[in-house]
């Protein structure tokens, strides 16, 4: 089925400013409450926030095969699970309905006036029940300087690391949209030239620069999904914030790797940008040497071309762009991951969701942790007000933005913020 929704030539009668990352083509999905208190399902032109449940309603999905309350529900997940052929179905009928020479919903302004609402006027949600969430470490540069920091400099990668994507089980009660601010953890840490540990605030937060891809309905327990098919059950990338403690994660992290230091908040943007309209922003992924067993090789571009930037905004002063970076530099594919996720026949379901790792580029100003661009707090980062941080401090904002843009197109994922409040103590 083709995807009509990509044709770059298709102009909206919705207003789209200039470099908006949400043109006709892009048709991300979210849900948002309105102000009446209503949460629904629903999808992004320019400023417009479109609510798909009261385009249902009104019989617009006519001729898809959609249950009755598809889009009247306060997550994506019964969406998800009905697969890419009705992902597509509907992407492409509402670019119809919106594109410019369409005047059913375009003159019909008591519907427009249900249907739309400006993008201030609504409250992003959490866009689907994350029933289990991963976080992969499969960006060869980042784990080569984690490696150099904390182990041997000649010998920074793992032995396992090039064989297989690696990653753990996060937490994915702590994970929120963008906007909800975060408290700095409390936790178990070993000061330096102590042999016993104190409790205490983390005083090394960090962030971490990810993707997130979200799955819909993958297989049946004991099933491996083959690399050949498993881009079918990626429904769409988001943008993530893995908020990191570092010196909790240095004390509690062998043998069993991340636990507290990292499930204390996970921060991502509240739009999930499909693999249909990342379509045209394919690229080749690294040389992978030595070439990875059979059941991960692959041919062909399964890599994108999303720029990503970081930057930090103390309170009541203008943000310090910090670090700018590629997806397209990470060793392992989004298709590798979910592949190996399931070789051993781990369940898969729609909602789940699976983090990138960390996103470092080859050049000290593309790192994406300020673990990474400070170099552990030996090389502190200058802001705009000059003051400097070597980590986060309290009441700094953290905001990611990501996009892609060629000759034709630019689709982009928004942002996620979230700021650092000093920790929560019950009283």
């Given at each position: 089925?083709?995807?009509?929704?990509?044709?770059?030539?298709?102009?909206?009668?919705?207003?789209?400013?200039?470099?908006?990352?949400?043109?006709?083509?892009?048709?991300?999905?979210?849900?948002?409450?309105?102000?009446?208190?209503?949460?629904?399902?629903?999808?992004?032109?320019?400023?417009?926030?479109?609510?798909?449940?009261?385009?249902?309603?009104?019989?617009?999905?006519?001729?898809?095969?959609?249950?009755?309350?598809?889009?009247?529900?306060?997550?994506?997940?019964?969406?998800?699970?009905?697969?890419q052929k009705t992902w597509r179905l509907v992407r492409n009928r509402i670019a119809e309905i919106f594109d410019e020479t369409n005047s059913k919903l375009r003159d019909n302004?008591?519907?427009?006036?249900?249907?739309?609402?400006?993008?201030?006027?609504?409250?992003?949600?959490?866009?689907?029940?994350?029933?289990?969430?991963?976080?992969?470490?499969?960006?060869?540069?980042?784990?080569?300087?984690?490696?150099?920091?904390?182990?041997?400099?000649?010998?920074?990668?793992?032995?396992?690391?090039?064989?297989?994507?690696?990653?753990?089980?996060?937490?994915?009660?702590?994970?929120?949209?963008?906007?909800?601010?975060?408290?700095?953890?409390?936790?178990?840490?070993?000061?330096?030239?102590?042999?016993?540990?104190?409790?205490?605030?983390?005083?090394?937060?960090?962030?971490?620069?990810?993707?997130?891809?979200?799955?819909?309905?993958?297989?049946?327990?004991?099933?491996?999904?083959?690399?050949?098919?498993?881009?079918?059950?990626?429904?769409?990338?988001?943008?993530?914030?893995?908020?990191?403690?570092?010196?909790?994660?240095?004390?509690?992290?062998?043998?069993?790797?991340?636990?507290?230091?990292?499930?204390?908040?996970?921060?991502?943007?509240?739009?999930?940008?499909?693999?249909?309209?990342?379509?045209?922003?394919?690229?080749?992924?690294?040389?992978?040497?030595?070439?990875?067993?059979?059941?991960?090789?692959?041919?062909?571009?399964?890599?994108?071309?999303i720029n990503l930037e970081v930057a930090i905004q103390p309170e009541n002063v203008e943000p310090t762009v910090i670090s700018k970076t590629n997806f397209k530099y990470m060793y392992w594919t989004m298709s590798q991951q979910l592949t190996h996720h399931t070789s051993n026949g781990?369940?898969?379901?729609?909602?789940?969701?699976?983090?990138?790792?960390?996103?470092?580029?080859?050049?000290?100003?593309?790192?994406?942790?300020?673990?990474?661009?400070?170099?552990?707090?030996?090389?502190?980062?200058?802001?705009?007000?000059?003051?400097?941080?070597?980590?986060?401090?309290?009441?700094?904002?953290?905001?990611?933005?990501?996009?892609?843009?060629?000759?034709?197109?630019?689709?982009?994922?928004?942002?996620?913020?979230?700021?650092?409040?000093?920790?929560?103590?019950?009283?």
């Amino acid at each position: 089925m083709p995807i009509l929704a990509n044709d770059t030539n298709r102009k909206s009668w919705l207003e789209v400013p200039e470099n908006s990352d949400f043109p006709i083509q892009n048709i991300p999905f979210g849900v948002f409450l309105t102000k009446e208190n209503i949460v629904t399902v629903g999808t992004r032109i320019g400023n417009s926030a479109i609510d798909l449940g009261a385009l249902q309603q009104m019989n617009y999905f006519a001729g898809i095969e959609l249950t009755d309350d598809m889009f009247m529900q306060d997550t994506l997940n019964d969406f998800i699970s009905d697969g890419q052929k009705t992902w597509r179905l509907v992407r492409n009928r509402i670019a119809e309905i919106f594109d410019e020479t369409n005047s059913k919903l375009r003159d019909n302004l008591k519907h427009r006036d249900i249907v739309i609402f400006e993008i201030d006027d609504v409250e992003m949600q959490l866009p689907v029940l994350i029933g289990d969430y991963t976080d992969f470490y499969s960006s060869k540069e980042h784990a080569t300087n984690v490696g150099k920091m904390f182990r041997d400099p000649d010998n920074a990668l793992l032995p396992n690391w090039l064989h297989i994507p690696v990653g753990y089980h996060g937490r994915s009660s702590t994970i929120v949209p963008s906007g909800i601010p975060i408290h700095r953890p409390i936790g178990q840490t070993l000061p330096a030239g102590e042999t016993t540990p104190v409790f205490g605030p983390s005083r090394l937060i960090d962030f971490e620069l990810e993707t997130a891809f979200i799955t819909t309905d993958a297989n049946v327990m004991g099933e491996m999904i083959p690399i050949n098919e498993v881009e079918e059950y990626i429904f769409g990338m988001v943008l993530l914030n893995d908020w990191s403690a570092r010196d909790i994660q240095k004390w509690e992290y062998v043998p069993l790797g991340p636990f507290l230091a990292k499930n204390f908040a996970t921060s991502i943007s509240p739009w999930i940008v499909t693999m249909d309209a990342l379509e045209p922003f394919r690229v080749l992924s690294p040389k992978q040497d030595p070439s990875p067993l059979p059941y991960l090789q692959q041919k062909g571009k399964h890599s994108f071309d999303i720029n990503l930037e970081v930057a930090i905004q103390p309170e009541n002063v203008e943000p310090t762009v910090i670090s700018k970076t590629n997806f397209k530099y990470m060793y392992w594919t989004m298709s590798q991951q979910l592949t190996h996720h399931t070789s051993n026949g781990c369940r898969v379901n729609s909602g789940d969701m699976m983090g990138s790792g960390t996103i470092s580029g080859p050049t000290p100003d593309s790192y994406g942790s300020m673990l990474e661009l400070t170099w552990g707090g030996k090389n502190p980062i200058t802001l705009i007000d000059g003051t400097e941080r070597k980590f986060i401090n309290d009441n700094d904002t953290v905001i990611m933005k990501g996009f892609c843009k060629n000759g034709q197109v630019r689709i982009g994922f928004g942002e996620v913020s979230s700021k650092l409040l000093p920790p929560f103590v019950r009283k």
